[in-house]
């Protein structure tokens, strides 16, 4: 690993900066949320006596029987999911799927969902996965889930009811733009094989990246990538798109490496939390893989945290354009604390903030280049057609890279990052 990732927090303990709702990244946080006695001594006994009162009511008065640890699972969890879309108490199976997740691989129809304006919204759709194929965007509102609407109040009961055995299908129901109906999609739950980076040459000297989402092996496989299109074009590279559209996000530090990749120095992102582990400030190392090429970043509104961490940090480092449109203002950080029986409390414990001190939490990063949406842009091409001719967006970097001059000199005393 790289020296930056030795963050000033718990060794054990794991940041989730975006916040992939069906699954990201993780690690085990240590120790225990806090002593019994001081637990008990600062509940107010009059909110314990009513909550007490109100367990027994359901107990003895709800239509169908419930036990003691039901009713309080029910309790925890709607006590942590009413903090804010990204905090859920997370029961064993729940916390498996994260854990598989933090290496690329988990089992659903890959979305990354938020809870905005008491709707269910697709941040992104996973690349290649089946609710990708089957056409789902970023923006949709899911409205039900085989038929039955979908709870707003929680994003977990949502996210649960998508999930199941593999091979097995759920249909959901999309509302679109001005759409008065639902349009229903059937997806086939299936493991996903998240590759996080794909690479390839646009034209003799010009690379093209994209990163669908940050997973614990982004920052190795990017640079594996960009090592492959420098033996490729048999010289450096004169110029790279970045692509972090419909990006929902995922692990903070992969994050923080792929910025890292092309920064010589400087701040890439600070967290400003409660607690010590919460506040700290990563910084980039020497070396950049380009050696100081530009790069245009493509960015809209599914690039969501982790994604927006690399394009804030690339841009007030002015290190790279951004081009596209205002990116989706995700800036909390997430930390999975592990509890006893195989759960966990993923817990929103801090704000990040992009290297000129900015928070973009609900508001987003504005792109250098705007590109407005084409309303008469012309049918998509099939997506084995070539990538500059089914691209505008693609096209519009690549001419923009053409007048970026180098962000430095080249230098044969820098070493770049590979």
């Given at each position: 690993?790289?020296?930056?990732?030795?963050?000033?927090?718990?060794s054990?303990?794991?940041?989730?900066?975006?916040?992939?709702?069906?699954?990201?990244?993780?690690?085990?946080?240590?120790?225990?949320?806090?002593?019994?006695?001081?637990?008990?001594?600062?509940?107010?006994?009059?909110?314990?006596?009513?909550?007490?009162?109100?367990?027994?009511?359901?107990?003895?008065?709800?239509?169908?029987?419930?036990?003691?640890?039901?009713?309080?699972?029910?309790?925890?969890?709607g006590?942590?999911?009413?903090l804010?879309?990204?905090?859920?108490?997370?029961?064993?199976?729940?916390?498996?799927?994260?854990?598989?997740?933090?290496?690329?691989?988990?089992?659903?129809?890959?979305l990354?969902?938020?809870?905005?304006?008491?709707?269910?919204?697709?941040?992104?759709?996973?690349?290649?996965?089946?609710?990708?194929?089957?056409?789902?965007?970023?923006?949709?509102?899911?409205?039900?889930?085989?038929?039955?609407?979908?709870?707003?109040?929680?994003?977990?009961?949502?996210?649960?009811?998508?999930?199941?055995?593999?091979g097995?299908?759920?249909?959901?129901?999309?509302?679109?733009?001005?759409?008065?109906?639902?349009?229903?999609?059937?997806?086939k739950?299936?493991?996903?094989?998240?590759?996080?980076?794909?690479?390839?040459?646009?034209?003799?000297?010009?690379?093209?990246?994209?990163?669908s989402?940050?997973?614990?092996?982004?920052?190795?496989?990017?640079?594996?990538?960009?090592?492959?299109l420098?033996?490729?074009?048999?010289?450096?590279?004169?110029g790279?798109?970045?692509?972090?559209?419909?990006?929902?996000?995922?692990?903070?530090?992969?994050?923080?490496?792929?910025?890292?990749?092309?920064?010589?120095?400087?701040?890439?992102?600070?967290?400003?939390?409660?607690?010590?582990?919460?506040?700290?400030?990563?910084?980039?190392?020497?070396?950049?893989?380009?050696?100081?090429?530009?790069?245009?970043?493509?960015?809209?509104?599914?690039?969501?945290?982790?994604?927006?961490?690399?394009?804030?940090?690339?841009?007030?480092?002015?290190?790279?354009?951004?081009?596209?449109?205002?990116?989706?203002?995700?800036?909390?950080?997430?930390?999975?604390?592990?509890?006893?029986?195989?759960r966990?409390?993923?817990?929103?414990?801090?704000?990040?903030?992009?290297?000129?001190?900015?928070?973009?939490?609900?508001?987003?990063?504005?792109?250098?280049?705007?590109?407005?949406?084409?309303?008469?842009?012309?049918?998509?091409?099939?997506?084995?057609?070539?990538?500059?001719?089914?691209?505008?967006?693609?096209?519009?970097?690549?001419?923009?890279?053409?007048?970026?001059?180098?962000?430095?000199?080249?230098?044969?005393?820098?070493?770049?990052?590979?």
């Open positions: 690993m790289l020296p930056f990732l030795m963050i000033k927090k718990s054990n303990a794991l940041l989730l900066a975006l916040g992939l709702a069906i699954g990201l990244s993780l690690g085990l946080a240590h120790g225990v949320l806090a002593d019994k006695a001081a637990l008990g001594a600062d509940l107010p006994w009059q909110d314990a006596h009513m909550l007490a009162a109100v367990l027994e009511r359901v107990k003895h008065d709800y239509v169908n029987p419930v036990d003691d640890h039901q009713l309080l699972q029910a309790a925890i969890r006590m942590v999911a009413s804010d879309p990204y905090s859920a108490y997370l029961d064993s199976d729940e916390y498996d799927e994260v854990k598989i997740s933090s290496s690329g691989r988990y089992s659903g129809v890959g990354e969902l938020s809870i905005e304006d008491e709707q269910v919204v697709v941040i992104a759709p996973f690349d290649g996965s089946s609710a990708a194929l089957a056409g789902i965007l970023a923006g949709d509102v899911i409205v039900t889930i085989d038929g039955v609407p979908v709870n707003t109040s929680t994003l977990a009961d949502t996210i649960g009811r998508m999930r199941g055995e593999e097995t299908t759920v249909k959901i129901g999309i509302m679109r733009g001005d759409n008065p109906e639902p349009m229903l999609f059937t997806l739950r299936a493991r996903v094989e998240l590759h996080s980076v794909r690479a390839q040459m646009l034209e003799p000297g010009y690379g093209y990246a994209r990163i989402q940050f997973s614990e092996t982004t920052g190795d496989d990017l640079t594996a990538a960009l090592k492959d420098r033996k490729h074009n048999g010289t450096p590279l004169k790279l798109v970045l692509d972090l559209r419909d990006n929902p996000g995922g692990v903070l530090e992969a994050a923080v490496a792929v910025a890292d990749t092309f920064l010589e120095r400087g701040v890439i992102v600070t967290a400003k939390g409660r607690t010590p582990d919460s506040k700290f400030e990563m910084d980039a190392t020497p070396g950049d893989a380009l050696n100081g090429a530009p790069i245009i970043v493509l960015v809209n509104g599914g690039s969501a945290s982790a994604a927006e961490i690399v394009a804030g940090a690339l841009k007030d480092q002015h290190r790279a354009k951004l081009m596209g449109r205002t990116t989706f203002g995700k800036g909390s950080v997430q930390t999975i604390i592990p509890l006893s029986d195989d966990a409390v993923k817990l929103t414990t801090s704000l990040y903030y992009t290297p000129s001190g900015v928070s973009i939490n609900h508001r987003g990063i504005a792109p250098d280049i705007e590109l407005a949406r084409d309303p008469n842009a012309a049918p998509a091409l099939p997506t084995n057609a070539p990538l500059l001719e089914r691209d505008a967006e693609v096209r519009r970097a690549l001419e923009e890279l053409k007048i970026s001059p180098m962000t430095r000199p080249h230098a044969a005393t820098t070493a770049a990052k590979l």
